[in-house]
């Protein structure tokens, strides 16, 4: 099979190598899946690059968790009936080391294929897994937010995007975050009640304003160390701020005193260490709004299977509103 990879970490046009490689085989609880959308995310290149200080969990390391096609072959333990299934797929990497769906094939444990309704592009099956299971999590671990202000920082960007359906759809109003009109369109177009640049030096104030005082019930955080300051100013007594990134700042400073004056819980979200039981109900949300036409996707950059230095390239740049994905087979099917 074609598959595209690198053995050394690096800059994306010096490591990264597009060839041939045997098609693997799923065992136990696995299945093969023919890949026709490969999605990339942040920590795929970052990953590549050596940012997150990790050595290789593989000699060849084939990127990518996320992607959607069509289950090719079953490994024992699954049911036969699962052949030909349209599926989107996430944590590919779990199946195998080194294993991602930037190849033509690629195994994935049985339950992190799930299957893709037909009116539901392949481009938005790869787009779901880390970004969609992120915000979920972030959103709704603590348990529910019906009737409470929710603050979504970077309500424009992939994680963001679903966070602001996710929190509407519980219930919730939301406040989001944006630095343009266009990044706040977009924001509002998923449910975003609010919409404030985060930059306005009285972005405290006015949170506090639509919150009748209060503050925010829950933070979802792309860049703790950024805005913990103006996160604490933001939310209300006993608040949540669940962090998923801390991009400009990698070793933030916690004001221990700011953070306990308020009681604020303050977790992270990591997709690669969440459980499978929590994996699961993001699934299941995730399954049941895509199945009413209820989840709206980010619009995808779509590269050629060996423009994936490009791809990897854009994310570096910052990605924004798009999703960066591979089309490594027809979109279309």
């Not at 994306?12 to 093969?32: D, F, K, S, T, Y």
């Not at 975003?192 to 972005?203: C, G, I, N, Q, S």
């Amino acid at each position: 099979m074609k598959a595209a990879w690198y053995e050394r970490n690096g800059p994306a046009r010096e490591v990264m190598i597009v060839g041939e490689m045997a098609i693997p085989e799923p065992g136990p609880n696995q299945v093969l899946v023919r890949v026709h959308a490969s999605g990339a995310n942040p920590h795929d290149v970052k990953a590549r690059s050596g940012w997150t200080g990790n050595p290789l969990y593989a000699e060849k390391v084939v990127p990518h968790a996320d992607g959607a096609g069509f289950i090719e072959k079953v490994g024992p333990g699954v049911p036969a009936s699962r052949l030909g299934q349209r599926v989107w797929t996430f944590r590919a990497d779990a199946a195998r080391p080194g294993g991602g769906t930037a190849a033509e094939f690629a195994v994935v444990n049985a339950a992190h294929a799930v299957p893709l309704p037909d009116n539901v592009p392949l481009s938005t099956g790869a787009s779901l897994g880390v970004p969609a299971i992120t915000a979920h999590t972030a959103v709704l671990r603590d348990g529910t937010v019906a009737g409470q202000w929710v603050l979504v920082h970077a309500g424009a960007g992939a994680v963001g995007q679903f966070a602001i359906q996710f929190a509407r759809w519980s219930g919730a109003r939301v406040i989001a975050s944006a630095s343009t009109p266009e990044k706040a369109g977009i924001a509002r177009a998923c449910g975003a009640d609010e919409v404030l640049d985060y930059r306005d030096p009285d972005f405290v104030a006015k949170v506090r304003d639509l919150t009748g005082g209060l503050g925010v019930d829950r933070i979802v955080e792309v860049d703790l160390g950024e805005n913990l300051a103006a996160d604490i100013g933001a939310i209300r007594m006993n608040g949540i701020i669940a962090s998923y990134s801390s991009t400009r700042v990698p070793k933030p400073v916690v004001d221990y005193y700011a953070v306990a004056a308020k009681g604020v819980t303050l977790h992270t979200v990591q997709g690669r260490h969440l459980s499978e039981e929590r994996r699961a109900a993001a699934v299941r949300d995730i399954s049941a709004l895509l199945s009413r036409d209820l989840l709206k996707a980010p619009e995808p950059a779509i590269f050629a299977f060996d423009d994936v230095a490009a791809a990897h390239e854009m994310i570096e740049a910052g990605a924004g509103i798009r999703k960066v994905m591979l089309a490594v087979r027809s979109l279309d099917a």
